[in-house]
C-alpha cells in the first residue's frame, strides 16, 4: 500500500509562490486564506553574518495526527494511502482540529463553514496526476511519491539522501512532508519555523464519549413518542358529552 509523502528542496524555491497560487486556483481557496505558503525564516545573526531560509510549507499529513484526536464529529480522518483528510459532510466546524494543528495549516472556510485544508491533492493524484503546488513549481523544489516504494524518488530523497521532517520538541507526530538543502538552511528552519505547542480541547473528547449515549437518548424519545402515538390511535378520541 502507498504513502503519499512529499519533499521539498528549500535551495530549489525561490519564493515565487507559483505553488501558493496554483493551490488557490484548482481548489477555489477564498481571499485571505490558503492551503499552503511559502514564508521567509530570519534573517537572524549579526552583520555581516546573517542567516535566512524559505519556509514553504503545507499540511504535513502526519503518521499520529493531533487532529484526529481532537475531532468530536469523526470528520477528519486519515486513508489508506497516508493521507489526513476531512469529510466535510460531517465537519461541524467546531475548529478544534485547527486549533490541535502545530502547523497552522487548516482553516474554517468562511462561506461553508467547515474545515478546509491541503488533502496532497487527492483527487488529482488518485486521478494519475501530480498535486497542483508540485506541477507548477518552476524550480522543480517539490517532488512527491510513494514512501514505501524504493524506485521512487522521494524514497531516495528521504532514505538516502537525508531529507527530514519539521519536528521540534513535543511536535513530532512523524510528518509525511521532508525538507532537504544546504545544511546551514535546513538546521535554522528546524530552529525557527513557526510552530505552536498542540492545544487539546476536552471538550471533543467529551462529545466523542457522550455523542453515542445522546443518540440512544434521542432513539428512545422518539420510540416513546410513536408508542404513545399509536396507543391514542388504538384507544381513540374520548366522545365530548354536550
Not at 487548516?106 to 462561506?111: L, Q, T
Not at 488529482?124 to 508540485?134: I, Q, S
Not at 532514505?159 to 509525511?176: D, F, I, M, Q, T
Not at 535546513?186 to 455523542?211: D, Y
Amino acid at each position: 500500500m502507498a504513502r503519499y509523502a512529499m519533499v521539498l528542496n528549500i535551495d530549489r524555491c525561490v519564493d515565487c509562490k507559483a505553488c501558493v497560487i496554483a493551490c488557490k486556483a484548482e481548489w477555489n481557496v477564498p481571499e485571505g486564506y490558503s492551503r499552503d505558503w511559502v514564508k521567509e525564516i530570519g534573517p537572524v545573526g549579526e552583520f555581516p553574518n546573517l542567516k535566512s531560509a524559505v519556509y514553504p510549507g503545507l499540511c504535513m499529513h502526519c503518521e499520529d495526527p493531533p487532529c484526529i484526536k481532537v475531532c468530536p464529529s469523526g470528520a477528519t480522518y486519515k486513508d489508506e494511502k497516508g493521507r489526513v483528510l476531512v469529510d466535510q459532510e460531517l465537519c461541524i466546524g467546531c475548529g478544534y482540529c485547527a486549533d490541535a494543528c502545530p502547523y497552522g495549516a487548516r482553516y474554517i472556510h468562511p462561506d461553508l463553514g467547515v474545515v478546509d485544508k491541503c488533502t496532497f491533492c487527492q483527487p488529482r493524484v488518485d486521478a494519475g496526476l501530480e498535486p497542483a503546488c508540485v506541477e507548477t513549481c518552476i524550480a522543480e523544489a517539490r517532488i512527491f511519491g510513494d514512501l514505501d516504494d524504493p524506485d521512487s524518488e522521494v524514497y531516495r530523497l528521504v532514505y538516502k539522501e537525508g531529507a527530514v521532517p519539521l519536528h521540534r520538541g513535543e511536535v513530532n507526530y512523524g510528518a509525511s512532508v521532508f525538507y532537504m538543502g544546504e545544511k546551514e538552511q535546513v538546521e535554522l528552519l528546524l530552529e525557527k519555523a513557526p510552530l505552536r505547542k498542540t492545544r487539546f480541547s476536552t471538550a471533543g473528547t467529551v462529545w466523542r464519549i457522550f455523542r453515542p449515549l445522546l443518540g440512544v437518548a434521542a432513539g428512545l424519545s422518539f420510540l416513546g413518542v410513536t408508542v404513545a402515538a399509536i396507543y391514542q390511535l388504538i384507544k381513540g378520541e374520548p366522545k365530548i358529552e354536550e
